[in-house]
């Protein structure tokens, strides 16, 4: 029951209704996995968790179901591929000639499922680049330019990216514990149109690339 609710508060948020064409759904789905990925991690205090838990562990463990489906229910995806860094799509373009660089970082997403959940990350992104670069830019971040080099990839150049680089996918703001701080109080609050409009702000940080500690002042609720 307590999920059927937090499902229908989900459907009935105001940045759902943007695109009635379902266009959002896969979003909510993919978020809704991002969010109990790190969910989990919280509430098992990993030493290698990520910044975004900085100073805010509590608010990651006690977050309600119906919090959580709102947040889910955001106009833009919560994980990343670095769907800006058009430097790293076209290493990745030339992975048939040069490997890529041997560093790579230590991915966040582990566990059962884990592969599935950041192969899926890569699909969709790619799905975008493909059918809808201009979705693609608002509900992922995409540049213009990662948006060609990504379309161009097989779905065989996506499985081995999940299998051999996984953490390329990453929560978005990572490193912005304030912006995530934000977005969880938004979550909590009963009126809706509170996360609506910190979820709104998060869009124009996505579209103008605001440096971090400008970011999270920018999502901020204007009062009054």
């Not at 695109?19 to 996995?33: K, R």
């Not at 969010?35 to 990520?50: C, D, I, K, R, V």
């Not at 995409?142 to 150049?157: F, Y």
């Amino acid at each position: 029951m307590e999920e059927q609710i937090a499902g229908a508060a989900a459907q009935q948020w105001l940045a759902g209704r943007w695109l009635a064409d379902g266009s959002l759904d896969s979003v909510a789905e993919i978020n809704g996995q991002c969010l109990e990925y790190l969910g989990s991690m919280a509430a098992a205090a990993q030493q290698t968790s990520p910044a975004l838990f900085a100073g805010q562990l509590t608010g990651w463990r006690d977050l309600p179901v119906g919090a959580r489906a709102q947040l889910a229910a955001s106009p833009y995806l919560l994980a990343d591929a670095g769907f800006d860094d058009e430097s790293r799509w076209q290493a990745m373009e030339q992975r048939m000639v040069h490997d890529l660089p041997t560093f790579q970082a230590e991915p966040v997403f582990v566990g059962p499922g884990a592969g599935d959940f950041i192969r899926r990350v890569l699909v969709f992104g790619w799905h975008l680049a493909r059918a809808n670069r201009q979705l693609a830019r608002v509900v992922l971040g995409m540049s213009p330019g990662c948006a060609a080099r990504i379309a161009a990839l097989r779905l065989q150049d996506l499985d081995w990216l999940a299998q051999y680089r996984p953490g390329w996918v990453r929560p978005r703001w990572e490193k912005q514990p304030r912006i995530w701080r934000h977005l969880l109080l938004a979550a909590r609050h009963p009126d809706r149109d509170h996360l609506t409009q910190v979820s709104l702000r998060g869009l124009q940080l996505m579209a103008a690339n605001v440096p971090g500690v400008e970011g999270a002042a920018a999502l901020r609720p204007r009062r009054g």
